[in-house]
């Protein structure tokens, strides 16, 4: 992330705590709706940073959310988005892989370290990889990506008119990876401990990279 926009990050930050908690809400259902369109990220912090103003003038007069910027505060932010320029295809597809590469790398850390650290009690140099370890990297991305994706755009949505299948369909999908992360446990390959070490950090610096030159 710049300099520039990770010290607006910073500030919004602070800037939200001196709204009451009704406003904070109002405002943390915006920006979470925000994060799942192609504005970029520094434009989405000063859309914030705009809000915020908006917000604390209004909170001064003793003016109420909707009554600054309307009741449905969907429409509103549908309307920042069309008068703001948004992220091309090669763009968006750069934060998509951003994004993947931190889950990816987690899900990776999480399914060696207790491997990671036998070898280093064992001094083997392999790796057991399982075809249930891949499989369930692959449920994790996809996991993750679709359950951000459906809070994002769902952010206005009362719960209760939510729809539940897909939101259980989400974890049912988490469930079966585990079940399967669980029960095919017989050895694929065997690889030289470094490997996945190695990935993991490609993986994070891929992260980092994009981070700073998207942000």
Known sequence: MRQETKAL??????????????????????????RASRLPFSLQEQVRQDITDM???????????????GMDYKVFCDTILQELPQNNRRTQTLCTIRDMSLVLCVGMAVLFLPELIGVLLSHTPFLTLTLGKLIFLIVLITFAYALVENICKNAFTPTEKQNALIKN???????????LLFFLKKPAWEIPFWVPLAVVVLLFLCYGLLSHYLD
Do not use: C, K
């Not at 917000?55 to 910027?69: H, V």
């Open 55 to 69: 917000f604390l003038a209004g909170q001064a007069r003793g003016a109420s959310p909707a009554e600054i910027i």
């Open 9 to 34: 990050l910073e500030q919004n930050n602070q800037r939200e705590t001196l709204l009451s908690p009704d406003f904070q809400s109002v405002l943390t259902d915006m920006v979470v709706y925000l």
């Open 169 to 179: 369909m989400h974890f049912l999908w988490l469930f079966v990876g585990f079940i």
